[in-house]
C-alpha cells in the first residue's frame, strides 16, 4: 500500500515563504511523475507544480511562476515544493500526488494521479 504524506504547512504572513515537503513509500521512486495540487474551502482542485522522474522537466501554474520551486531527491524519496512571497489568496491545503507513469512534462489535471497523500494545510495571513 502506496502512503503518501506532506509535511511543512503552516501559518505565515502574506510575503512570506515556506518549503512543504513530500514523501512516499513505495519500491521505486523514480517510476514516478509528482505534482502539488492545492485545495481552498469552496473551490476545485488546482495544479501547483509538477516535476518528472528525473527532474529533467518542471511545470507550474501561471500563478506561481517565478515564486515557487519543485524539487525532488530520489535518494531520499521525497519531493520539496519551495514557496516565495505567498499571499492570502494561497491559503489551502496542499497536496502531493504520484502518477506511475514517466511523463515527459508533469500532468496539470488531477485525473492523471493515482496516489495522493492527506495534504498540509497552509494559512496566509494579511
Known amino acids: 500500500q502506496v502512503q503518501v504524506e506532506e509535511s511543512g504547512g503552516g501559518l505565515v504572513q502574506a510575503g512570506g515563504s515556506l518549503r512543504l515537503s513530500c514523501t512516499a513509500s513505495?519500491?521505486?521512486?523514480?517510476?514516478?511523475?509528482i505534482a502539488w495540487f492545492r485545495q481552498a474551502p469552496g473551490k476545485n482542485r488546482e495544479f501547483v507544480a509538477g516535476?518528472?522522474?528525473?527532474?529533467?522537466?518542471?511545470n507550474y501554474a501561471d500563478s506561481v511562476k517565478g515564486r515557487f520551486s519543485i524539487s525532488r531527491d530520489n535518494a531520499k524519496n521525497t519531493v520539496y515544493l519551495q514557496m516565495n512571497r505567498l499571499n492570502a489568496e494561497e491559503t489551502a491545503v496542499y497536496l502531493c500526488?504520484?502518477?506511475?507513469?514517466?511523463?515527459?512534462?508533469?500532468?496539470?489535471?488531477?485525473?492523471?494521479?493515482?496516489?495522493w497523500g492527506q495534504g498540509t494545510q497552509v494559512t496566509v495571513s494579511s
Open positions: 516535476i518528472t522522474w528525473n527532474s529533467d522537466r518542471t
Open positions: 513505495v519500491r521505486t521512486f523514480t517510476s514516478y511523475t
Open positions: 500526488t504520484l502518477a506511475p507513469v514517466r511523463w515527459s512534462e508533469a500532468p496539470t489535471q488531477d485525473i492523471y494521479y493515482t496516489y
